[in-house]
């Protein structure tokens, strides 16, 4: 089994939508959370971090932590085309400093 | 404030040769760490050199080395190259001192096997 797993979509939205985005891990070590986006033939690009449960928000985008069921998601509202792309959870130990497991990546298309 | 440079973009090899990627860190950033990323098998932690000294290491074979110089810039070798090493290899940067800090990605070197 995986330490985390990603839901995998492929997730197609009309513009304006809501976009949630999902990730569960079993390590109970994970003490930082990050979402990243990928476009295509790019790395990618870090777009929340954080480190407590609760919500952070930033713009469009908010990033929530539920530690006590380690579940993170990433919320995307008045989704753009501009927002098609792959994003990738991500998690980290502080002991660890350097290395992030990485869920598989959800592809999200907007439609405009 | 320049972002992570990789170089090559591209290579193309055959499978038995060797290659060296280079990544050349966000300026005062100290640790660089290497990621393969695949169809099948997405984002895989390579290894991450801190200061000169690999500070953690990923579930790949010894064919797969790395090195880091004063500058912190960061070099990677594959040798005995296999088809299966046909991937886009990431490194990221980070300032690598506290727990958990931000980690910026480069474009990438898309490596192919032939």
């Known amino acids: 089994q995986k330490e985390v797993e990603q839901d995998p979509g492929p997730l197609s939205v009309p513009e304006g939508a809501i976009v949630s985005l999902n990730c569960t891990y079993s390590?109970?070590?994970?003490?930082?959370f990050m979402w990243y986006r990928q476009y295509s033939r790019k790395g990618p690009e870090l777009l929340m971090y954080?480190?407590?449960?609760g919500n952070k928000e930033d713009g469009r985008f908010t990033a929530q932590v539920d530690k006590s069921s380690k579940y993170i998601s990433l919320f995307i509202r008045d989704s753009q085309p501009s927002d098609s792309a792959t994003y990738l959870c991500a998690m980290g130990r502080g002991t660890n400093a350097g290395k992030s497991t990485f869920g598989d990546g959800t592809t999200l298309t907007v439609k405009p | 404030k320049a972002g992570v440079t990789q170089t090559p973009r591209y290579l193309i090899k055959t499978r038995g040769q060797q290659v060296t990627l280079s990544c050349s860190p966000i300026?005062?950033?100290?640790?660089v760490s290497w990621y393969q990323q695949t169809p099948g098998q997405g984002l895989q932690f390579l290894f991450e050199?801190?200061?000169?000294?690999?500070?953690n290491k990923g579930n790949f074979p010894g064919r797969f080395s790395g090195r880091q110089f004063s500058n912190s810039r960061s070099e990677m070798n594959v040798s005995t190259l296999e088809l299966g090493d046909s991937a886009l290899y990431l490194c990221a940067s980070s300032f690598g001192l506290t727990q958990g800090d931000e980690q910026f990605f480069g474009p990438g070197t898309r490596l192919t096997v032939l």
């Open positions: 050199y801190f200061s000169e000294t690999q500070r």
């Open positions: 300026s005062g950033h100290r640790s």
């Open positions: 390590n109970s070590a994970f003490q930082y």
């Open positions: 954080t480190y407590s449960s």
